[in-house]
């Protein structure tokens, strides 16, 4: 079973940064594209940023595209998700995913979340 563990949450004023971090136990880490996701109360989980197997290619929501920023470390089996620039409305907990495929975006395995709380 692949485990996945955030850690880096907490509480920060808007206009803040924080950098969130994912550990993972695949021993074939490289091979397999990773997510960050994120669901404040009330709300659907949302995507947040992506990166591929090589890193070469990310993604981004809309809503943190030049705030926020994914890399990985393949060497430490790591995802970061650098957040720059914070709001309000960033404040949910923050899941990092990976898929069971390689060459895949489909999300199967998810970590247990970590609090983000960007105050005003």
């Known amino acids: 079973q692949v485990q996945l563990i955030e850690s880096g949450g907490g509480l920060v004023q808007a206009g803040g940064s924080l950098r969130l971090s994912c550990a993972t136990s695949?021993?074939?880490?490289?091979?397999?594209?990773m997510g960050w996701f994120r669901q404040a109360p009330g709300k659907e989980r949302e995507f947040v940023a992506a990166?591929?197997?090589?890193?070469?290619?990310?993604y981004y929501a809309d809503s943190v595209k030049g705030r926020f920023t994914i890399s990985r470390d393949n060497a430490r089996n790591t995802v970061y998700l650098q957040m720059n620039s914070l709001k309000p409305e960033d404040t949910a907990v923050y899941y990092c995913?990976?898929?069971?495929?390689?060459?895949?975006?489909?999300?199967?395995?998810w970590g247990q979340g970590t609090q983000v709380t960007v105050s005003s």
């Open positions: 995913a990976t898929p069971d495929t390689t060459y895949s975006y489909t999300y199967k395995y």
């Open positions: 695949r021993r074939t880490f490289s091979s397999y594209a």
């Open positions: 990166i591929s197997w090589s890193g070469g290619n990310t």
